[in-house]
């Protein structure tokens, strides 16, 4: 409810004899809203929000040895718990700690195990801190968040360019660090995407990586950037510009 006030009060044209009818509020508090709604409160209260068989197979990314790595502390804890005829039902909350765990071992270990890793954290982090800025804006424009970056399809020809040494375009670095984050399965893309009469790729945050920025695992929310401000991203960090606030 908070979320469809909000995004009430910044429209432009503003009624005084605003009434929400019932039906109008069952439309317009759809999944995306709910979805959103979740993840805000998750954060407000402190509640566990990564649990579960269905946000583990998430996370995993569609990659078995990801899935392997995250649950293999919880797998090991409900076997000994069985062992001892313990309880094997894992709290909410247990879950959530066991998984941040693995991810940030996960994290902790792209500079030693990627190529050009410092780079390509770098690149992630400022990725991650700008999806988690604009998820968390009070009226959750692109709810229930978004979850990865899109450059247009002649920007990605300039960099697969730039990483072939074809002329100095000076973004060779940017090249490097998005292509080996695309080979270790880091960014996720999808190529030729429609959208506002343009064509792009979209390069979504491998799953894990959202539970390190507390973001949503579902895909669709991104927000198209420039090469330029991309490249700032990877010499500098994420700022934000007006209306978007690191949280």
Not at 76 to 102: F, G, W
Not at 156 to 163: A, G, N
């Amino acid at each position: 409810m908070e979320i469809l006030i909000e995004r009430d009060r910044r429209k432009e044209q503003k009624s005084l004899d605003f009434v929400l009818s019932s039906d109008d509020l069952e439309e317009r508090e759809g999944s995306d809203v709910e979805a959103a709604a979740e993840l805000f409160l998750a954060r407000e209260l402190g509640l566990p929000y990564y649990y579960g068989p269905g946000r583990l197979a998430s996370l995993a990314s569609a990659n078995i040895e990801q899935f392997l790595s995250l649950a293999g502390d919880e797998f090991e804890e409900i076997v000994a718990a069985a062992l001892l005829k313990r309880p094997t039902d894992l709290p909410a909350e247990r879950q959530e700690a066991m998984l941040r765990k693995a991810v940030d071992a996960l994290w902790q270990e792209i500079p030693r195990r990627v190529r050009n890793g410092r780079e390509v954290r770098a690149l992630l982090e400022a990725i991650g801190s700008f999806a988690r800025s604009v998820t968390y804006q009070p009226n959750a424009p692109y709810s229930p968040g978004v979850t990865g970056i899109a450059i247009s399809m002649a920007d990605r020809d300039r960099l697969r360019d730039s990483k072939a040494g074809a002329g100095g375009t000076g973004y060779e670095g940017l090249a490097s660090a998005m292509a080996s984050a695309i080979a270790h399965n880091l960014l996720e893309p999808i190529l030729n995407y429609k959208v506002k009469g343009g064509t792009w790729m979209v390069l979504y945050l491998n799953r894990a990586l959202c539970l390190k920025f507390a973001l949503p695992l579902h895909y669709g929310g991104f927000r198209e950037r420039s090469l330029s401000e991309l490249a700032g991203w990877l010499a500098h960090g994420f700022r934000p510009r007006n209306g978007e606030s690191l949280r």
